[in-house]
């Protein structure tokens, strides 16, 4: 096994991450990600580890004020582990050390998905809990709908249908690059550095700090909040879910528009 610096060369990526959030945890990462590679750990193994430690974190959240912050801990050693598995996939794959399957880049790409709507689940049930309102648990319904991002998967599966049926269609480097996120990404590149750190401090990953920052700022400085007859007590963990309520249903809208702008001028 190489040094730590050679191994950043191999795992990082070629340039310096934008998410603020990954900088800091990754010197953390790349000594456990030298030890699990000495072990010839799978990155699989570390990626279903990773969903359990973070749906098992959410679920104690419904017992009370103090497991919240522990449910965010483990949100953050998610996180954690996630960068971890990237580590491991992308030194196995330019060592050849070990083969990668598209098995790994499936859980990699679920387990966010899962994780959010899980996240989203528990809070409208925890305020269920305290307020008794319906509203909340229906409001708190559509944004889990909203969470698992249908607009891209229907984009997947119309491009794949499109292959299936007209296979020549490979070589259209139009076709082909809206099955990557990199479309969208490119548009929101657009918007300037400024957007993309709002974007993942309000969003993922940054909700894992946000989070926890409401979490602990609800056993040390709880506020109520009067929504027309109804009481809403630790509002700090209820302004998180507003905003992640808002949040999800904007991103949602945007890659309806985005991805249907872009497969409309795909002639078939």
């Not at 030890?35 to 009370?64: C, E, Q, R, W, Y």
Request: overall charge positive.
């Amino acid at each position: 096994m190489k040094d730590i610096d050679y191994l950043k060369r191999i795992a990082w990526k070629g340039k310096r991450d934008p998410i603020y959030l990954t900088n800091i945890l990754r010197h953390i990462s790349i000594r456990i990600t030298k030890i699990l590679i000495k072990n010839k750990i799978s990155p699989d193994v570390i990626t279903l580890i990773s969903i359990f430690i973070a749906i098992s974190g959410i679920s104690v959240m419904l017992l009370g004020k103090l497991f919240a912050v522990i449910s965010s801990i483990s949100l953050i050693l998610y996180f954690l582990m996630d960068i971890i598995d990237g580590e491991m996939a992308r030194y196995y794959f330019k060592t050849n050390e070990r083969k990668n399957n598209l098995g790994g880049k499936y859980l990699d790409f679920i387990g966010p998905h899962y994780i959010l709507s899980y996240l989203l689940a528990c809070l409208s049930m925890y305020y269920f809990n305290i307020t008794g309102s319906s509203v909340i648990m229906f409001v708190g319904s559509i944004s889990i709908i909203l969470s698992i991002t249908i607009p891209r998967y229907a984009n997947y599966y119309s491009i794949a249908e499109l292959l299936i049926y007209d296979k020549e269609r490979i070589n259209d480097k139009e076709v082909v690059g809206m099955l990557g996120f990199s479309a969208v990404r490119e548009e929101i590149s657009k918007r300037g550095v400024i957007f993309k750190y709002i974007k993942q401090t309000l969003g993922f990953p940054g909700y894992f700090i946000l989070f926890l920052l409401a979490a602990i700022l609800d056993i040390y400085a709880a506020k109520s909040l009067m929504i027309g007859n109804i009481i809403v007590t630790e509002s700090y963990k209820f302004s998180f879910l507003i905003l992640q309520i808002l949040l999800v249903t904007a991103n949602s809208i945007t890659l309806l528009i985005s991805y249907y702008k872009r497969l409309k001028i795909i002639e078939i």
